[in-house]
């Protein structure tokens, strides 16, 4: 199967990949060059000015490899409040091991989702994703980011300024990093300034970017 991979691979004429780091990936095994167009994010349902509590939000499938349960199991350490929003098949586990100071919602309606993405203190999200769109969404509602350093995120986050990066995919990496965000030690931009830096996702970037890439190449 890699071999045929390979080889029907080398009869694409353009890739276009959604970020840097799945065109490392195309470079890597296909050997070939790659363009990165974000892909379309709705950045315009948010409301960036809602007032932040002091509850942290995690959102995400409750699958093993998106390592929701780290996330969990680090803020039973930290004592600090989180709200988990997502189903999947870790759901119950997840709310078994969860201490009182953690909210697990499961699956929400929309318009409870974009109140929890414009008044929560930070979004926590350990898992690595390809892009990440859920990372776009959190800028556009003026939120800053707490995430592991690998994949698409690097693309979205601008560490110390619309997020904090952690290094390690470890609950004890998980809890240095928010306590740095907790020590006001990081002076993140503004909400409105986040927000601002989730534009470049927008779905007319989206269709600006295409229409030339196209329209370059015919």
């Known amino acids: 199967m890699r071999c045929w991979d390979r080889t029907s691979a080398q009869k694409v004429d353009y890739f276009i990949v959604n970020s840097k780091f799945i065109s490392a990936r195309v470079r890597k095994f296909y050997k070939r060059k790659s363009t990165v167009i974000h892909p379309p994010v709705d950045i315009n349902k948010f409301n960036p000015k809602n007032k932040k509590n002091n509850t942290y939000l995690c959102v995400s499938q409750l699958v093993t490899y998106k390592k929701v349960k780290m996330v969990v199991e680090a803020f039973n350490i930290l004592g600090l409040p989180l709200c988990v929003i997502g189903g999947g098949n ?99 931009l503004s909400s409105e300034d986040i927000a601002k830096t989730a534009e470049r996702f927008s779905i007319d970037c989206f269709k600006k970017k295409i229409i030339e890439f196209i329209g370059q190449r015919i």
């Not at 909210?103 to 929560?120: P, R």
């Not at 979004?123 to 990372?135: R, S, T």
């Not at 990066?165 to 006001?184: D, L, M, P």
């Open 90 to 188: 870790e759901l119950e586990d997840i709310k078994k091991i969860a201490k009182d100071n953690i909210q697990v919602l499961g699956k929400v309606t929309d318009k409870i989702l974009k109140e929890k993405f414009e008044t929560c203190k930070a979004f926590v999200y350990a898992g690595k994703e390809d892009f990440g769109i859920v990372f776009a969404e959190a800028l556009s509602a003026g939120t800053p980011i707490i995430a592991y350093r690998k994949g698409g995120v690097k693309d979205i986050v601008e560490n110390n300024k619309t997020g904090i990066f952690f290094a390690e995919q470890t609950i004890s990496s998980i809890c240095k990093a928010v306590n740095k965000f907790e020590s006001n030690k990081v002076t993140m």
